[in-house]
């Protein structure tokens, strides 16, 4: 019997291996260390401790003070926090004497869907959403949330390095012109935080998500950043914790998880790691692109995140092409981890103009700081004849059935 071929992972957007330190930091907090960070004893003490070791830790990795993290159980209920409770608070502040009520949401739309579906709750319980389109590269333009703008506007959220297909928006233009209306800006940073250098100070935003998943912490451990007054009203309530923000017992272990890989992350940025990750997201866009043809990459080429290469393969099913992939021992994706069970195409790549078809037949390559050259080659190796054996069965409708019955 043939051996499996060794899997090469590339699916890092989704999420990423828990770093070994990281599981033997949070080991002892499964055991002989448990406690409750509320409780007034020695080993509540001790608990304690060790959770605002960790929120110095995620605040010097984002230029943060420690009492502006809020640690959460992911950057979704982190992305709720900022949206909802803003909304909420701005809802019960009297308007201005010109009567200015500040009840309006301002998003993108490409925003990760915790952010959208969230806008929409909100906008069916009363609130006024404007949702700003984005050029055909992928890029939030600055100019176009300025004109969305007003004194009734109470929040701008948009994200810094989009979770599919890797492009670069311009936070800190943005959150100047929106402080320069009365505006407070949330940033989602799950994809970028551990990825590239983030300071919350150089970014000029008031909330900042991010999650430790993306950078070798553990699922369930998020965080975050509110900024020294400003304020939220609280989605879940009956405890203290989190300075009155987030009811409820911490997860300890695995915030001590998250403060050890924000403290490995700053080490990365500091070792230059992203830096090769990139070379490896540029060997990797441009080998398929020279070896597989029909094709093309969804977004900007220069203003994005080069570990994310986001293509769409002319005439195929990109749910096909990554059953394929998988058979072969390459893992990708065919989107957002949060968005795989849903039917429709990617709302990311319809924003950016594609028919649904385009959007279909797109799949998602992510790298991390455990790929190498030889799982690039690999990927590279294994794709075009991917691709032409789907083609060969006559249309993207029978390779994605022939995909998935084989998968």
Do not use: W
């Amino acid at each position: 019997m043939s051996q499996a071929p060794r899997e090469v992972y590339a699916d890092h957007a989704a999420t990423t291996r828990p770093a070994p330190e990281v599981v033997a930091a949070m080991t002892p907090y499964l055991g002989e260390r448990f406690g409750n960070a509320s409780s007034v004893h020695r080993r509540g003490e001790a608990a304690r401790e060790a959770l605002e070791e960790a929120r110095a830790r995620v605040a010097a990795l984002i230029g943060a003070a420690p009492e502006e993290i809020v640690f959460t159980a992911s950057g979704s209920e982190a992305n709720n926090l900022a949206l909802q409770g803003s909304l909420l608070h701005a809802a019960q502040t009297p308007a201005t004497p010109r009567g200015e009520a500040r009840r309006r949401l301002v998003v993108s739309a490409i925003e990760h869907l915790s952010v959208l579906e969230t806008a929409r709750q909100l906008g069916a319980r009363g609130f006024a959403v404007t949702v700003v389109p984005v050029e055909p590269n992928g890029v939030v333009d600055a100019a176009r949330v300025a004109k969305a703008l007003g004194p009734d506007v109470a929040l701008v959220s948009v994200m810094l390095v989009n979770n599919e297909i890797g492009t670069v928006q311009p936070v800190a233009e943005i959150a100047r012109l929106a402080h320069a209306a009365g505006a407070r800006v949330h940033c989602d940073a799950v994809q970028a935080v551990g990825k590239l250098p983030v300071d919350v100070a150089a970014l000029g935003v008031d909330l900042l998500t991010l999650a430790g998943h993306k950078f070798h912490g553990p699922p369930g451990a998020a965080a975050l950043f509110v900024r020294r007054r400003t304020r939220l009203v609280p989605l879940t309530l009956g405890g203290h914790q989190e300075r009155s923000r987030r009811a409820g017992t911490e997860n300890l272990a695995a915030v001590v998880g998250l403060g050890v890989a924000a403290e490995r992350a700053g080490g990365s940025l500091a070792a230059e790691t992203p830096r090769r990750v990139a070379a490896l997201g540029g060997r990797l866009l441009d080998g398929l692109l020279s070896r597989v043809s029909g094709a093309a990459l969804n977004g900007d080429r220069e203003r994005r995140l080069p570990s994310i290469v986001n293509l769409r393969f002319d005439g195929l099913d990109g749910e096909a092409v990554l059953h394929e992939l998988d058979l072969e021992g390459v893992t990708v994706s065919t989107g957002s981890a949060c968005s795989a069970a849903s039917p429709g195409p990617s709302h990311v790549l319809i924003a950016l103009g594609l028919r649904p078809e385009d959007a279909h037949a797109s799949v998602r390559f992510s790298l991390g700081e455990e790929n190498d050259e030889a799982d690039v080659d690999r990927i590279i190796a294994a794709t075009p004849g991917v691709v032409t054996r789907l083609r060969a069965l006559g249309g993207p409708a029978q390779a994605g059935r022939v995909a998935r019955a084989s998968a």
